[in-house]
């Protein structure tokens, strides 16, 4: 919502300066976006320096000018002036300025084989002179000024307001002028009496069709006979460009300036083109008509439309048509006053996709009573710069409006506001606002003013009184320390705790959107269906995200193209599932690419691997407070994995899903998505399926027991089936004998010479302890020689001699 | 007596010449052997007459003593010379690079909210979650913005449907409906999380990071909340001195409805917070609307309180100096290195939030 002060104070008299109004206006409510000049197209001319000049190679009498117009780079003007030369300071037209003198509009352009980028202006040019010699020379004063504007704005300062939705009555100037009378900044002027002559009724027949979901209440009109329409006296032209609009004709800018001064639409037909009468009624499909924007529409049905006896003249309260619009010639006018109702306002705008001025205020509420007053307005100033007579008004109405009530219980203020201020205040300020009071012993009973048709509670009457007063009375309370539960929850403290713990293990965190490519999430989408967002931002970010590594491997790539080699990232947010609330999973994704070391004086180069992986997915699950002894590996991941390379980790054998898989990401998608890395690998780790333990962690830990007698270790190496497994293998040890068996450690494996060829070797460490006694060589024999055969029975294993 | 002392010059000689561990453990033999010369001077004590041997037996254990104390510091000596010149031979350049250490980081956004967390929770305040995707009723209906208002506009939507009833999420106040319908007041909750609106330029991303707060109770006023909201932007600024203006706006679930601006300058093209006389936006609140409460079945006239929404990667983004809020999400590697935090880095109450 655009003004000026100066149209402000023709409805609000009042001392303060402008400074004082704009803070007035942010407090009570109307929030000022900006109060700056209009913009002017003197804008266009800045001081400049002619930093280098030159002889133009083509052409005896121009020169090649490097000007620097306080950009970071100068510009290459073409310039005819004899005194265009290195060190002048002067007057630069870049393209798109238009010069004073002869309206001309710049635009870059080849003199004789150079492009000149805008113009150095002469005094005539500018018309400050009439020296038309050479350009302007300004003195060496300017050298602070080069890249601002020559010219002092001589435009009005404009006021722009963003005026919340509730708020339909400030999108006019004088129901600005009215909230800052009622916060007591000035007092809100009378609005002149007419001295409008109306001999003649309005004869064109108005009808309103009473049908279902008819979206017009009220139409109000009135005829203008002889007007003869002109281009707008320059007061009214100032007005209209200061609001950033264009002068179009008097008639059309006198209801654009009604509109913005008291928020009041109106429109204006050529009366000789409407056939024989005007009929407001629903359309049908199909029905079609062109609009003031030029553009046809072909409509649906029930859209409220003003109609005639040949069709479809406009869409009420949203736009006018061609077929009766005003011009120029037009001699006799029908000027509408209505009430829309915004919901139908709404719903016709939105399937027709047309936003104007009109439809932005209808749909917000029009005050139902501004029809005359509207209507009084727009003919006084018709008749004055148009001349003509003016009808008598028809109004035309379906149902007398009636005025909305609400009890106030006084009391409320405080409740809400915590402070308090005397009833005799409050009555002040609500009836400034238009508010009409019977005043009781603990309440008010309000008539709502009309204009209001955001206000239907109470609390909506604490609000008015409590921002006409001030926020700043508002006390500020020390925040009390209660607390009625923890803060985080079991799944919280898991989330900040795995977040930190993949992060310190080198890992950077990172957050992508939680739509992504399809193309991409379908080499990641597994079994779930793919959800499409239906208006996605752009193509390749369509669906969401079935996991994390869609995005996670798009910006790995984006990282390796930029010459990173290795790299790890992670992100712990949101996969989805399906499309209704909650059915999605807390997962984080993790990928890391490249060596594990690379130019390492040390250390050989070697490639990360699917047990880098493992030890990631690993230590995170056991740093979050489970046991790495009773989590269970299984061989099988995801296809997005290697299929041979990659696990999946339960927490216990009963357990239906895995907490993690981990493993090198299948080779078919590196290649795919062509990411030219020597290796990568990644682990995914399921938040939701980390099962509620019974106690809590400090709770878990049994006695402290230790056992001080001597420890022996043993190694052994058996050959065995190549399919079976390591963790077999420590499976049947350990439960050979629990309470001596204390750890089992693989530390070889091999395969190849001296190995059938179906068969490795596995070579393991044992360490056997009692906790009763330091054992003999005889209770070690036995221990050992019970290993050998329980494994060589168990899994067909032999000892290898 | 002289023939005892002359083995002890005649040794002690002997010993300061330059020797070696071999050769002081040959002396040592010689003298302490089982047939050494001192031993066998023990041997003799026997013989001495009584008179005489209370001397002699003192006089050779001194001598005993001082022989064996310079065997001992001997050898001592010979070993620091032998481990330091072997020492010597291993020094390495100890400028060469040390071994490989991954330093891994957090994303700020992740910083912000464990501050945020950090400080509500130093009032009393819980954590509360909702999906992100979300119907419409709660997105937008139970939240007094029915279809017809144009204050949706304000809000670009995702949809997944074609008849608009699931969507993403457009603020983190769905999350408010859901605490209050599941549960009975009172209330204190934030809830941050993933916000989406189908908008894109420079200034705005399609998804971003909000704050919700909620405090509903029999009698949480105006107050409380402007009381609520100084404490955390000064906690979470790190300031003592705090600006800050509550502005009246709209939102149609809260009534009256405010905008809170901060005082802030500008000095050497940093912001500084808290100071200057230029005003930033930077949250919206209110006291929550009766309909809103009346839609997730709490009584307005007993139970009353506020709410906020306040934009955490914008907060990130002053507290840090980050300029750009689409770099937030691209994962580049040099911005994550950049602005990112160690994760040891835990931002709690009795450490400070940052360091």
């Given at each position: 919502m655009k003004f000026t002060i100066d149209w402000l104070k023709q409805h609000l008299d009042t001392d303060l300066n402008d400074k004082e109004i704009i803070n007035n206006l942010t407090n009570v409510g109307l929030e000022v976006e900006s109060f700056e000049n209009a913009p002017s197209e003197l804008d266009d001319f800045i001081v400049a320096k002619i930093i280098n000049a030159q002889q133009h190679p083509n052409a005896d009498r121009l020169r090649v000018c490097d000007v620097d117009i306080g950009k970071s780079e100068t510009v290459k003007v073409v310039c005819g002036a004899p005194n265009a030369k290195k060190g002048l300071f002067t007057v630069y037209a870049g393209p798109g300025a238009i010069i004073p003198k002869n309206q001309m509009k710049l635009s870059i352009s080849k003199i004789r084989g150079v492009t000149s980028y805008g113009m150095l202006c002469s005094e005539a040019e500018l018309k400050l002179s009439d020296d038309s010699e050479g350009i302007t020379e300004l003195s060496e004063k300017y050298k602070e000024k080069i890249g601002k504007k020559y010219f002092d704005s001589k435009t009005p300062k404009v006021v722009d307001l963003s005026i919340t939705p509730n708020r339909p009555d400030c999108l006019g100037v004088r129901g600005i002028a009215r909230d800052l009378a009622a916060a007591g900044i000035g007092s809100l002027k009378k609005i002149k009496d007419s001295k409008l002559n109306q001999n003649f009724d309005q004869d064109l027949k108005v009808t309103i069709k009473k049908e279902?979901?008819?979206?017009?209440?009220i139409f109000g009109s009135c005829l203008i006979r002889g007007v003869s329409n002109k281009e707008s006296p320059q007061w009214l032209k100032d007005k209209i460009v200061s609001l950033g609009q264009k002068p179009i004709s008097a008639i059309v800018d006198i209801t654009n300036y009604v509109m913005i001064d008291l928020n009041r639409p109106l429109h204006a037909y050529d009366a000789d083109k409407v056939s024989k009468e005007i009929i407001v009624r629903n359309s049908k499909k199909g029905e079609t008509f062109e609009a003031l924007d030029n553009k046809k529409y072909s409509l649906d049905d029930n859209m409220c439309v003003i109609s005639d006896h040949s069709g479809v003249l406009g869409l009420g309260g949203i736009i006018g048509g061609t077929r009766s619009g005003t011009e120029l010639e037009t001699k006799n006018i029908l000027l509408e006053s209505a009430y829309f109702l915004p919901r139908s306002i709404r719903k016709t705008s939105k399937l027709l996709n047309i936003d104007t001025d009109a439809k932005f205020r209808f749909e917000r509420g029009i005050d139902p009573k501004s029809i005359e007053a509207g209507l009084i307005k727009a003919a006084d100033l018709i008749k004055e710069v148009c001349g003509g007579e003016v009808s008598k008004f028809d109004i035309q109405r379906l149902e007398e409006e009636k005025t909305n009530k609400v009890k106030f219980e006084i009391f409320l203020f405080e409740k809400i506001t915590g402070f308090k201020i005397e009833k005799k205040e409050i009555i002040k300020i609500i009836s400034n606002l238009g508010f009409k009071i019977n005043e009781n012993k603990e309440s008010l009973d309000l008539e709502i003013p009309s204009w209001r048709p955001d206000i239907t509670q109470p609390i909506d009457i604490v609000e008015e009184i409590v921002r006409i007063k001030g926020y700043e009375y508002i006390q500020t309370l020390t925040p009390e320390k209660s607390r009625l539960k923890p803060t985080l929850n079991r799944q919280q403290k898991l989330f900040h705790f795995l977040q930190r713990s993949v992060a310190s293990k080198g890992f950077y965190e990172t957050i992508t959107w939680s739509f992504t490519d399809s193309k991409i999430n379908n080499l990641f989408r597994e079994k779930y269906n793919e959800i499409k967002i239906v208006n996605p931002i752009s193509s390749d970010l369509n669906v969401l995200r079935n996991s994390i590594f869609p995005n996670l491997i798009f910006y790995l790539k984006k990282n390796i193209d930029r010459g990173f080699k290795d790299l790890s990232f992670f992100e712990i947010g949101p996969v989805f599932s399906g499309t209704k609330p909650g059915e999605q999973l807390t997962v984080i994704g993790a990928l890391q690419a490249g060596?594990?070391?690379?130019?390492?004086?040390?250390e050989t180069e070697r490639n990360v691997d699917v047990f880098d992986a493992k030890r990631d997915t690993i230590q995170t699950i056991v740093e979050a407070g489970f046991s790495k002894n009773k989590l269970i590996i299984k061989d099988q991941a995801p296809s997005y994995y290697h299929p041979g390379k990659s696990g999946s980790v339960f927490?216990?054998?009963?357990?239906?899903?895995?907490i993690a898989f981990f493993g090198e990401i299948h080779p078919n998608i590196v290649k795919k998505l062509d990411i030219k890395t020597d290796a990568l690998i990644g682990f995914e780790i399921y938040l939701d399926y980390f099962k509620e333990t019974k106690k809590k962690l400090k709770d878990q830990k049994s006695q402290f027991e230790y056992s001080d007698y001597q420890k022996s270790e043993r190694d052994f190496a058996f050959v065995i089936d190549k399919k079976i497994k390591a963790q077999d293998l420590i499976d049947i040890i350990v439960s050979i004998d629990k309470d001596l068996i204390k750890n089992v450690k693989v530390f070889d494996v091999y395969e190849g010479e001296n190995i059938p060829k179906d068969k490795k070797s596995i070579a393991l460490n044992v360490t056997v302890q009692s906790s009763e006694k330091t054992l003999n060589e005889k209770d070690l024999e036995k221990i050992n020689n019970l290993i050998i055969s329980t494994v060589e029975s168990k899994s067909g294993a032999k000892i290898r001699s | 007596m002289s023939d005892i002392k002359k083995i002890k010059d005649e040794y002690l000689n002997k010993l300061d010449k330059d020797q070696n561990i071999e050769s002081i453990n040959q002396i040592k033999t010689e003298l302490?052997?089982?047939?050494?010369i001192v031993s066998n001077e023990f041997k003799k004590l026997g013989s001495v007459s009584q008179e005489e041997r209370k001397k002699f037996a003192s006089d050779l254990n001194f001598i005993k003593e001082e022989l064996q104390n310079k065997i001992t510091s001997k050898i001592e000596e010979i070993e620091t010379k032998e481990i330091n010149l072997k020492l010597e031979n291993e020094k390495v350049d100890v400028t060469l690079p040390e071994r490989d250490f991954k330093q891994g980081k957090i994303h700020p956004v992740s910083q912000v909210i464990d501050e945020i967390s950090s400080i509500f929770s130093e009032i009393g305040f819980s954590v509360e979650e909702g999906p992100d995707v979300e119907n419409e009723y709660n997105n937008f209906s139970a939240l007094?913005?029915?279809?017809?208002?144009?204050?949706?506009?304000m809000h670009d939507t995702f949809y997944l449907d074609e008849k608009k009833e699931l969507l993403l999420r457009t603020h983190t106040s769905p999350v408010q409906v859901r605490t209050m319908l599941k549960g009975k007041p009172p209330f204190k909750i934030i809830a941050p999380g993933r916000t989406y609106r189908s908008d894109s330029d420079q200034t705005h991303a399609p998804m971003f990071h909000q704050v919700e707060g909620l405090h509903i109770d029999k009698d949480i006023n105006m107050g409380h909340l402007k009381g609520c909201l100084n404490y955390f932007i000064k906690e979470f600024f790190e300031v003592d001195k705090l600006k800050m203006r509550f502005r009246p706006s709209h939102f149609p679930f809260t009534e009256p409805s405010a905008e809170v601006d901060i005082g802030y300058e500008i000095k050497d093209g940093k912001i500084i917070i808290g100071e200057g006389d230029k005003w930033l936006e930077i949250l919206g609140c209110g006291m929550v609307h009766p309909n809103v409460l009346k839609n997730v079945n709490v009584d307005p006239s007993k139970f009353q309180g506020y709410a906020f929404g306040i934009g955490i990667d914008r907060l990130g983004m002053l507290k840090y100096g980050i300029n750009d809020l689409r770099a937030f999400f691209e994962t580049d590697y040099r911005w994550l290195s950049h602005f990112g935090f160690d994760p040891l880095d835990v931002p709690s109450s009795y450490r400070g939030l940052s360091r």
């Open positions: 279902k979901k008819q979206g017009c209440t060596k594990y070391f690379r130019l390492n004086w040390q927490l216990s054998t009963e357990e239906d899903k895995p | 302490f052997g089982k047939n050494g007094n913005t029915p279809d017809n208002h144009p204050a949706r506009d």
